[in-house]
């Protein structure tokens, strides 16, 4: 049986809802076989999820970071506040941080509005990522004040994180509470989400666009939510009107953009987030697709979601039983643990040090202690030492605290699950891989043992920026 998400929704075959396996099927093959890198999947239809698969070893009763889905759900607060009365789609930025604009502000930025942050049309010339912002501790919203104006706003699309993070920032003005706080009685326990944190930044406000760790089932229920226009076990959580305005184009004919929604892949409407995080819903049919996974960009896998939904659904009676037999089958065939097998024999030593050359990383030390089949790693930098076991020809589950945020989109995870193995290539040759089961990331290490040096080459399965980290270079003790 496949892995089931325990989020409390009914579950029924693909058949009995008019979505034809077959189909389904022939969609995971495809993926598979153009080598993109799925962690997850769901399918739900009429009231009920229909198909499910996850990749080992994901779990998805475990909280994944969301990324930029994160947005779908910041504009949920945005269109509570205003049926609330405390904002305006019209409201100028600027006058709710009057102290916060440069006194040499672009005169252009008073005309900036909530539905200028809404739509991605701050008048910017380019994105503001998460990524960017993580690294900075003191006020982020100093810092988009620091943005120069581009255009005029209003006027041209430019998709950043930072307006995300600007709406946030309203939210605890306008209510005396961050977003999570704010969200949490009226959209969070509405629809059963739980085991979901949102990050903080130096204002004492969630980001926004990001950093939002929820498990995979929280993005289909806000994506079912908006399906059915706002209503969820017969109570209007999310006023109609407004998820009629977000999920459409806004901004212009030639808009793909609603508020805080994609329009794509075609005929849908999605939450999206970097990595392929990707809550897709075809309200037409009453049908909504998650996918979440590492890969570069949603253009590698879009193609094949367009070629196989919505011609997936249909209410032909036609599709045998038996097909859902072979669906279940291929979906159970996604949580099949890889082998690790090493090439050769271990050597024999069992401790090695090393002494790490300057670097631009701080490293100082690295230490391999083998014992029998498990090695512990640590790696030593000016902040402390980071420890790691590892299995050698299988794999250990553990938390860990490695340093990684240039690998990690800006993250640097503390605690963070992660199931590390190793094999030997040859004699002189280690290779660990790390996988972070609640993340779209993957680490290979790479170490070279020759005579008393050790080379360390780590990379990384993906990245919004570079992907391989400088070598570490050690000469052992």
């Given at each position: 049986?496949?892995?089931?998400?325990?989020?409390?929704?009914?579950?029924?075959?693909?058949?009995?809802?008019?979505?034809?396996?077959?189909?389904?099927?022939?969609?995971?093959?495809?993926?598979?076989?153009?080598?993109?890198?799925?962690?997850?999947?769901?399918?739900?239809?009429?009231?009920?999820?229909?198909?499910?698969?996850?990749?080992?070893?994901?779990?998805?009763?475990?909280?994944?970071?969301?990324?930029?889905?994160?947005?779908?759900?910041?504009?949920?607060?945005?269109?509570?506040?205003?049926?609330?009365?405390?904002?305006?789609?019209?409201?100028?930025?600027?006058?709710?941080?009057?102290?916060?604009?440069?006194?040499?502000?672009?005169?252009?930025?008073?005309?900036?509005?909530?539905?200028?942050?809404?739509?991605?049309?701050?008048?910017?010339?380019?994105?503001?990522?998460?990524?960017?912002?993580?690294?900075?501790?003191?006020?982020?919203?100093?810092?988009?004040?620091?943005?120069?104006?581009?255009?005029?706003?209003?006027?041209?699309?430019?998709?950043?994180?930072?307006?995300?993070?600007?709406?946030?920032?309203?939210?605890?003005?306008?209510?005396?509470?961050?977003?999570?706080?704010?969200?949490?009685?009226?959209?969070?326990?509405?629809?059963?989400?739980?085991n979901e944190t949102w990050d903080i930044g130096p204002d004492g406000v969630n980001p926004g666009g990001n950093?939002?760790?929820?498990?995979?089932?929280?993005?289909?229920?806000?994506?079912?939510?908006?399906?059915?226009n706002g209503v969820w076990d017969g109570r209007q959580v999310l006023p109609a009107a407004w998820v009629q305005?977000?999920?459409?184009?806004?901004?212009?004919?030639?808009?793909?953009?609603?508020?805080?929604?994609?329009?794509?892949?075609?005929?849908?409407?999605?939450?999206?987030?970097?990595?392929?995080?990707?809550?897709?819903?075809?309200?037409?049919?009453?049908?909504?697709?998650?996918?979440?996974?590492?890969?570069?960009?949603?253009?590698?896998?879009?193609?094949?979601?367009?070629?196989?939904?919505?011609?997936?659904?249909?209410?032909?009676?036609?599709?045998?039983?038996?097909?859902?037999?072979?669906?279940?089958?291929?979906?159970?065939?996604?949580?099949?643990?890889?082998?690790?097998?090493?090439?050769?024999?271990?050597?024999?030593?069992?401790?090695?040090?090393?002494?790490?050359?300057?670097?631009?990383?701080?490293?100082?030390?690295?230490?391999?202690?083998?014992?029998?089949?498990?090695?512990?790693?640590?790696?030593?930098?000016?902040?402390?030492?980071?420890?790691?076991?590892?299995?050698?020809?299988?794999?250990?589950?553990?938390?860990?605290?490695?340093?990684?945020?240039?690998?990690?989109?800006?993250?640097?995870?503390?605690?963070?699950?992660?199931?590390?193995?190793?094999?030997?290539?040859?004699?002189?040759?280690?290779?660990?891989?790390?996988?972070?089961?609640?993340?779209?990331?993957?680490?290979?290490?790479?170490?070279?043992?020759?005579?008393?040096?050790?080379?360390?080459?780590?990379?990384?399965?993906?990245?919004?920026?570079?992907?391989?980290?400088?070598?570490?270079?050690?000469?052992?003790?």
């Open positions: 049986m496949p892995l089931t998400s325990y989020d409390g929704l009914p579950r029924a075959s693909a058949s009995s809802l008019g979505i034809d396996p077959d189909r389904l099927i022939a969609f995971l093959d495809e993926v598979k076989a153009a080598d993109l890198d799925l962690h997850g999947f769901m399918l739900h239809r009429h009231g009920h999820v229909v198909a499910e698969g996850w990749t080992w070893p994901v779990d998805p009763n475990e909280p994944r970071v969301l990324h930029s889905m994160a947005k779908s759900f910041t504009g949920c607060a945005i269109g509570l506040a205003i049926q609330e009365g405390l904002l305006n789609l019209d409201d100028r930025l600027v006058r709710f941080f009057p102290d916060e604009v440069p006194a040499n502000a672009d005169p252009r930025l008073a005309d900036m509005t909530v539905e200028h942050l809404l739509t991605m049309r701050t008048g910017h010339a380019s994105n503001t990522s998460g990524s960017v912002w993580r690294s900075i501790s003191t006020s982020w919203i100093a810092e988009f004040f620091k943005i120069p104006l581009a255009y005029a706003p209003g006027s041209e699309y430019v998709y950043t994180s930072a307006a995300s993070y600007m709406l946030s920032a309203l939210i605890n003005r306008v209510t005396g509470q961050t977003l999570h706080d704010y969200l949490k009685p009226r959209l969070f326990i509405p629809l059963d989400i739980y950093g939002l760790t929820a498990p995979v089932s929280a993005a289909l229920k806000l994506a079912v939510l908006h399906a059915q305005a977000a999920t459409q184009p806004q901004g212009g004919p030639d808009s793909r953009y609603g508020y805080h929604w994609m329009m794509k892949p075609r005929p849908a409407f999605s939450a999206l987030g970097v990595f392929v995080q990707m809550a897709a819903v075809y309200r037409e049919h009453n049908a909504t697709l998650v996918l979440v996974g590492g890969m570069k960009n949603s253009a590698e896998i879009v193609p094949f979601i367009e070629r196989y939904f919505p011609a997936a659904f249909s209410e032909d009676c036609s599709v045998k039983p038996e097909a859902d037999s072979r669906l279940e089958q291929r979906l159970a065939s996604m949580a099949e643990q890889p082998l690790l097998v090493s090439d050769c024999p271990a050597p024999e030593d069992s401790i090695r040090v090393f002494v790490v050359a300057e670097n631009g990383l701080g490293v100082r030390q690295l230490s391999f202690a083998f014992t029998g089949h498990v090695l512990t790693f640590e790696l030593t930098d000016s902040q402390a030492t980071h420890r790691l076991q590892i299995g050698i020809d299988h794999w250990l589950t553990g938390l860990t605290s490695m340093p990684g945020r240039a690998l990690h989109h800006g993250y640097e995870f503390n605690h963070a699950q992660i199931v590390a193995g190793a094999r030997w290539l040859d004699q002189k040759t280690l290779e660990m891989t790390w996988i972070y089961p609640q993340t779209a990331f993957r680490d290979r290490v790479k170490c070279v043992f020759e005579g008393n040096t050790v080379s360390l080459a780590r990379t990384v399965n993906v990245n919004s920026a570079e992907r391989e980290q400088e070598v570490l270079v050690g000469k052992r003790l």
